[in-house]
Structures are given as structure tokens and as C-alpha cells.
């Protein structure tokens, strides 16, 4: 069966460090990942997406890799700050569809 | 500042009640989404439209949730009659190309 898995538990991690959060995937041959942040009663905020042909995206100090052999994605925040706190959600998007599938989230929490 | 508009931002109603949630997509944008986000499911999505045609609703319970976009400015999601389990938030978003932008979302419950 079809599933997206994010880091089964919460993140914590300590200001001024690298956060790096997980997206597996398991029957989906997404041709576009996605990453959002959604903080508490609010709607998802796009970040990144990036392509099945790129191996790696930068903005500002956020990075996302996508290795379609292993299947997964990572997305790291180097020089994590506070304000980083929230839920991060990567969502895959299949080549011929025009929406995406989320996943559950992982909960970031950066303490100072 | 372009933003994806939902109305009512909460919503308490009673079993059997008919609810209507509304949403105003960004402008230019072609395409729109509606989600449903439980702590159980997830997001989940419900039903999207490409140029106001509806291109897949196969997340809704069709017998009691019904989609429409009557014009290109507005995008309605209703649910007829409403039951406990319905009892979630419920996001529209709206896009041009790949990426969504999502409103503040309504939270629905039902009593």
C-alpha cells in the first residue's frame, strides 16, 4: 500500500543547531516534492519543492534533498532559531496529477 | 499582500444541520483545493478544481458533502446533513502552478 512517513516522533533540537527532518515514501514514484510549515490554527505555508531530476534545493537556510532510489527526502534548517517551532509537512505530487499527497507532519521544536 | 479568504473561521453546529464553508481563491490562481485536517487523518484532501472544473472529489463522502465553484471567486464546500465526525478543520488553498496557497481554514464542530 501507498504510504508517506515523517519522523515518527517530535523534534527537538537546540538553537543554533541543524534540524533535519525525514520524508520516506513507499509505492509513490512522485515526480515533484514538497515542503510546507503549518504553525498551530494556522493553514500550511508553502517552502520548497523540488524535482525527481534534482538532487538538492537551497533557500536562505533551508535545504531539501530528494533521492528517488532510496525514496525519501530530507530537509534540514541549518542555524535553527526559535521561531523555527512548528510542523513541517512534505507532500508529494505524482507527474500526470494535479494535487499532492501530504504527509503527517513532524513536529520541530527549537529550544533557546 | 494576495490571500486565500475562508469563511466563517469557526463553526458549531448541531447534528443534522446543513453547513457551508466559502472560500476566495487568490486571484489568477486556477486551481482549488479543499482539506480536511483531523490529529487522527492528517491532511486529507476532499475534492479540487482546475479552471473551475471539478478534476477529482474522490476524498468526499459523496452522499453528504457536495463541492462547487459558481464562479471563479468563490469556491463552496457543503455538507448536508452534518454529523460529529464531520468535527475538523477544513482548508481551502489555491494554486497557479504546483505549489498551494492555503487560507486560515474553518473549524468546523458538531454537536
Known amino acids: 500500500s501507498q504510504k508517506i512517513e515523517q519522523n515518527s516522533e517530535a523534534l527537538n533540537i537546540q538553537e543554533g543547531k541543524t534540524a533535519t527532518l525525514t520524508c520516506n515514501y513507499t509505492n509513490y514514484s512522485p515526480a515533484y516534492l514538497q515542503w510546507y510549515r503549518q504553525d498551530p490554527g494556522r493553514g500550511p505555508v508553502f517552502l520548497l519543492l523540488i524535482r525527481e531530476n534534482e538532487k538538492e534545493k537551497r533557500k536562505e537556510r533551508l535545504k531539501v534533498t530528494f533521492d528517488t532510489t532510496l525514496k525519501q527526502s530530507l530537509f534540514h534548517i541549518t542555524a535553527s532559531q526559535p521561531a523555527d517551532s512548528a510542523t513541517y509537512l512534505c507532500?508529494?505530487?505524482?507527474?500526470?496529477?494535479?494535487?499532492?499527497?501530504f504527509g503527517d507532519g513532524t513536529t520541530l521544536t527549537v529550544k533557546p | 499582500d494576495a490571500r486565500v479568504t475562508q469563511t466563517p473561521r469557526h463553526k458549531v453546529t448541531e447534528m443534522g444541520q446543513e453547513v457551508t464553508m466559502r472560500c476566495q481563491p487568490i486571484l489568477g490562481h486556477n486551481t482549488v483545493f479543499w482539506y480536511r485536517q483531523t490529529m487522527m487523518q492528517g491532511l486529507e484532501l476532499l475534492a479540487y478544481?482546475?479552471?473551475?472544473?471539478?478534476?477529482?472529489d474522490s476524498g468526499m463522502p459523496k452522499d453528504r458533502f457536495s463541492a462547487e465553484m459558481p464562479d471563479a471567486t468563490l469556491a463552496t464546500l457543503k455538507i448536508q446533513p452534518s454529523e460529529p465526525r464531520d468535527s475538523a478543520v477544513y482548508f481551502c488553498a489555491s494554486g497557479l502552478g504546483r505549489e498551494q496557497y492555503f487560507g486560515p481554514g474553518t473549524r468546523l464542530t458538531v454537536t
Open positions: 507532500a508529494l505530487d505524482m507527474a500526470n496529477a494535479g494535487k499532492s499527497t
Open positions: 478544481f482546475r479552471n473551475r472544473a471539478p478534476l477529482d
